[in-house]
């Protein structure tokens, strides 16, 4: 939601609001011409996902970024992994998604790459927002407004990329759930090269996702599970609306926990490649313990793709990825890419040697507890302060206290985090511990740290 009474324009992953209500085509044009006010002329390629709103959403932000000097480059219905990858490969200067990712249908967004594909970091989208704003945009004359172009015939460059990232020795048998998203028709092709045996199911392009939610979770990835159990499959793999993310189901039909899929994919590559790993504060303990068994290290950052890819770079990490199944594997590129990492993982599979259920079986599983607590925008940075001053009261044998995005404490048995969220109105909490009681007992307590710190303000 655009919060003009904040200036505040992106969230934690770009620009997302319900459409024609939260952003309206002629905020859109705004958000184009701060964008190429920023950027001062250059290429830059677009795509957008199934939404309804695509057009809108497509004809608003090129008319705005046209004004301000642009020449677009029209990427069509792709991934947004396939549009960060190709923005860096086309060398054009910067790339943007139409998609609100695993938002429901009403959403929709716009989120920005730099050429080197990574999504647009705070400092960045402070200038844009500033320019917003202020409405000082740098437009163009007539004479000098530039081209619009199809390059859809790119993405045989992103098919042929993953389709050779790996090859398999088994045939393996697959249902891809593809939630009616973007990747409706680059999944199956490149399942399709890498010669593996596959169904889809919401395999066609419709913005309403009328197949299941556009978020691949446990409730909404039922038919699938029933489709693997069933139907004998090795695996289930279902991506969100514009296949950033990916889930995981086993042979026997169960979702598999997307801490635990991570880990274990953690743990194969410190093992087979050596080197460390890069996650969200808000990561279960159970991917540094695996990792940590294999001889590597997990570094934390902040919430969001964009600072898991600068940690990656910055520490020279083999992998990066969030619990939401947004996994970046730096060897191809610096966006989450379900598509990619949903190869990869079948194939540690397969070089483990074991089937999917117990690929995951050795890791632990830790009962993670997550709630929100409504708070004003406004209010934020003030309760933040708050937290500081007395999470840390009512524990003892304080392990590890982070401050990267909120406040995370960290005990022999378990953790805390407090942090304000970066996509509405809320400060999120989450807790982790050995058993659910201990999880309950230590979000409990942080919402009673809120509560009183709501009192007396």
Not at 250 to 267: C, N, Q, R, T
Request: net charge negative; hydrophobic share 40%; with cysteine.
């Amino acid at each position: 939601m655009v919060c003009k009474f904040l200036g505040k324009l992106f969230g934690s992953s770009g620009v997302r609001g319900i459409s024609n209500k939260e952003l309206s085509p002629n905020e859109i044009i705004k958000i184009g011409q701060s964008i190429a006010t920023e950027e001062r002329e250059g290429e830059v390629l677009i795509a957008h996902d199934t939404r309804t709103s695509k057009e809108i959403f497509f004809n608003a932000i090129t008319s705005g970024l046209l004004s301000g000097g642009a020449e677009i480059k029209v990427l069509g219905l792709a991934t947004t992994p396939s549009l960060a990858y190709l923005t860096k490969e086309l060398g054009v200067k910067y790339g943007i998604m139409i998609t609100a990712s695993h938002n429901p249908p009403q959403y929709n967004g716009i989120k920005v790459f730099d050429n080197d594909g990574i999504a647009y970091d705070d400092s960045k989208e402070n200038r844009i927002e500033d320019i917003y704003f202020s409405e000082k945009f740098r437009l163009v004359s007539w004479d000098e407004i530039k081209n619009v172009s199809e390059y859809g015939h790119k993405l045989e460059d992103y098919i042929e990329l993953i389709s050779t990232s790996v090859e398999f020795h088994n045939k393996w048998n697959i249902a891809l759930d593809i939630g009616c998203g973007a990747s409706c028709f680059l999944a199956p092709r490149i399942i399709k090269n890498l010669n593996l045996n596959f169904m889809s199911i919401n395999a066609q392009p419709d913005g309403f996702f009328p197949g299941r939610l556009s978020e691949p979770t446990e409730t909404s990835l039922e038919d699938l599970s029933n489709i693997v159990k069933e139907l004998d499959f090795d695996l289930g793999i279902a991506f969100d609306g514009d296949a950033d993310r990916v889930a995981f189901i086993d042979e026997k039909g169960h979702f598999i926990s997307m801490d635990k899929a991570l880990a274990a994919y953690s743990a194969y590559l410190v093992e087979k490649e050596g080197g460390n790993i890069v996650v969200p504060i808000d990561t279960s303990s159970c991917v540094d313990e695996a990792v940590l068994k294999k001889g590597g290290k997990v570094i934390r950052i902040g919430v969001g793709d964009s600072k898991v890819a600068k940690g990656l770079k910055k520490h020279s990490a083999i992998f990066g990825g969030e619990v939401s199944g947004a996994w970046i594997n730096p060897k191809f590129h610096f966006c989450p890419d379900g598509i990619l990492s949903g190869i990869l993982f079948l194939k540690a599979v397969e070089e483990d040697g074991r089937n999917i259920s117990d690929f995951v079986s050795e890791i632990p599983s830790y009962p993670i507890v997550r709630t929100k607590v409504k708070c004003q925008n406004t209010l934020k940075n003030k309760i933040m302060n708050e937290v500081y001053e007395r999470i840390t009261k009512p524990f003892q044998n304080i392990t590890e206290i982070l401050t990267l995005d909120g406040v995370r404490v960290s005990t022999e048995d378990g953790w805390l985090l407090i942090r304000p969220s970066g996509t509405e109105p809320t400060i999120r909490v989450v807790a982790e511990a050995k058993n659910m009681k201990l999880s309950k007992k230590y979000l409990n307590i942080g919402l009673n740290i809120i509560k009183e710190v709501l009192k007396g303000i």
